[in-house]
């Protein structure tokens, strides 16, 4: 997943909380987390969002947020691992099935789904 941030953007922990959180129920686990900054003179900035853990987003991935990123903006990338998805797929081989396909639902056609 990767989100962007305008200049106005005020990163004062919520986004990690949330993300310790989501772990802390067992659901998820957060691979990884990085911050990724165009200063207002172009220059990249990188910072990990979880200090102590190995970087996993790819310098590909790095560089195509990048690119999209005009000075005095950001974006957060992060690797999720979905831990309930094990125990599922492994109830669906048990019982002699197979995953056909995968995907996410952006929050937009989650909300088109409840009107």
Do not use: K
């Not at 989501?22 to 990249?44: A, K, N």
């Not at 195509?64 to 979905?82: F, I, N, Q, S, Y």
């Amino acid at each position: 997943m990767a989100v962007g941030f305008g200049p106005e953007a005020t990163f004062e922990g919520a986004i990690v909380a949330a993300l310790r959180r989501f772990e802390d129920s067992g659901m998820l686990r957060v691979l990884d987390l990085l911050f990724v900054r165009r200063d207002e003179s172009g220059e990249l900035e990188t910072r990990p969002g979880i200090p102590g853990r190995p970087t996993l987003v790819s310098q590909a991935d790095v560089d195509e947020v990048a690119a999209t990123l005009e000075p005095g903006h950001a974006a957060g990338l992060v690797l999720l691992e979905h831990v309930w998805e094990a125990e599922l797929e492994q109830a669906i081989a048990e019982t002699g099935g197979e995953i056909l396909s995968q995907g996410l639902l952006t929050t937009e056609q989650i909300q088109a789904l409840a009107r």
